[in-house]
């Protein structure tokens, strides 16, 4: 390939985030904007021992602002490598990625990425960790912790600011490496398998409350899980991904009503959105291995 990937980074109009002690870190975007992400023919090649090996082949997604959508297909599909293209970590081989539409010439820290791990450093307390974003972007420490510690008491985690992470349960530290990700300033959130470590009953609970966190930040939203019940519970519409070269195979629209209920997944309409996200991945399935 010698396409060279192109870049640009602008703005969109849509709600402003609710906490007001947050404000844009890296420039770019002006509080109160979420970005549409949009990738274009975008290409991922890697080398291994002397084979080129294509991890995404051909893929274009267009994310409105504001909008929550979801990725999903087999392992090895190329989710998260096209998550880390997105984020700036990685770079695609060609192919087109823009995060909003002012130019810039790198991606990274166009976005709040998050991912499948929540990377808690265990001699940091719940405040410390949370802050990181903060202190990288050069916010003096005090007014650094007063931020986080306001954003932590909206995400129901007040009086734990001095707890270590192992004192935390598995939903507590999922919510101080989002709480970190949002103090990023970003409008544009990137989550990895988020809530993939969590047991059923756990998952559920942070699922509707990440909804209530983004329906109230008004943020871009890309998810990437292998839930399929959890990619129709919080999307506004589902990307199917092929086996590896990852290429979308198909598009499912998930027209449930927003708020979403706790009770929506027992719904005939609820049910009949996840068969309709099983067949197209196990369609996609099938087409990879003929491919």
Not at 135 to 142: A, D, L, Q, T
Not at 160 to 188: D, H, K, N, Y
Not at 253 to 265: G, T, W
């Amino acid at each position: 390939m010698t396409a060279e990937p192109a870049t640009t980074v602008c703005e969109d109009s849509s709600p402003a985030l609710s906490v007001p002690a947050l404000r844009d870190r890296a420039g770019g975007l002006p509080r109160g904007g979420s970005p549409r992400v949009v990738l274009d023919a975008l290409v991922k090649e890697y080398a291994l021992e002397g084979v080129t090996i294509r991890a995404l082949d051909g893929v274009s997604i267009d994310v409105k602002p504001g909008e929550f959508v979801t990725l999903v297909g087999p392992s090895g599909c190329g989710k998260s490598t096209l998550l880390r293209i997105v984020a700036g970590l990685e770079e695609p081989t060609c192919g087109r990625v823009e995060v909003g539409c002012v130019a810039m010439p790198r991606r990274l820290g166009a976005s709040g990425y998050m991912p499948q791990h929540d990377m808690l450093l265990p001699w940091r307390t719940v405040l410390d960790n949370a802050i990181l974003p903060l202190e990288y972007h050069g916010v003096p420490r005090k007014e650094a912790r007063r931020e986080a510690a306001a954003l932590l008491a909206t995400f129901g985690l007040g009086g734990f600011e001095g707890a270590r992470p192992a004192a935390l349960s598995g939903g507590m530290r999922q919510r101080v490496a989002l709480a970190r990700t949002i103090l990023t300033g970003r409008r544009a959130l990137l989550l990895d398998e988020p809530f993939g470590a969590l047991d059923a009953l756990t998952r559920l609970e942070m699922q509707l409350w990440l909804l209530d966190v983004w329906a109230r930040l008004g943020a871009t939203v890309v998810l990437v899980t292998h839930d399929l019940e959890e990619a129709v519970h919080l999307s506004d519409r589902v990307y199917v991904l092929s086996a590896r070269p990852g290429r979308i195979a198909d598009e499912v629209a998930i027209p449930l009503p927003r708020p979403r209920p706790e009770d929506v997944v027992a719904t005939p309409a609820f049910a009949a959105l996840k068969g309709r996200l099983l067949a197209a991945v196990r369609a996609a399935g099938r087409g990879a291995m003929r491919s």
